[in-house]
């Protein structure tokens, strides 16, 4: 839960109740960062329904997946910035140390 707070405060992802479903959504209009965000999302997005549509194999899609965005074919797609990945080990560092 904690990794979607940090996308809430840095990202503006917002989770809202439509229909009696619970969704996620990233509001281009917040930042920059958001943009980015959300045009990645549209990258994983096509990846993963090549991957329902049988285009690619489970393995083909883990391989991006766990590798991203070393195969990926778009020009935007880039690792996290260093602020989500300082955000993420601060948020994440009393549950690390605890093993």
């Not at 405060?9 to 989770?15: K, S």
């Not at 549209?42 to 285009?55: I, L, P, S």
């Not at 997946?65 to 990945?85: F, H, I, M």
Request: with cysteine; glycine share 4%.
């Amino acid at each position: 839960m904690h990794t979607l707070f940090t996308l809430e405060d840095i990202y503006g992802l917002t989770i809202e109740k439509r229909d009696g479903e619970i969704l996620m959504r990233v509001d281009p209009f917040n930042s920059r960062e958001a943009r980015n965000l959300l045009d990645e999302l549209h990258v994983w997005c096509a990846e993963r329904e090549k991957y329902r549509k049988g285009e690619i194999s489970k393995d083909d899609y883990d391989k991006w997946r766990y590798n991203y965005p070393k195969y990926s074919n778009v020009d935007y797609a880039k690792a996290p910035s260093q602020e989500l990945s300082e955000a993420m080990a601060e948020a994440f560092k009393d549950k690390l140390n605890k093993d």
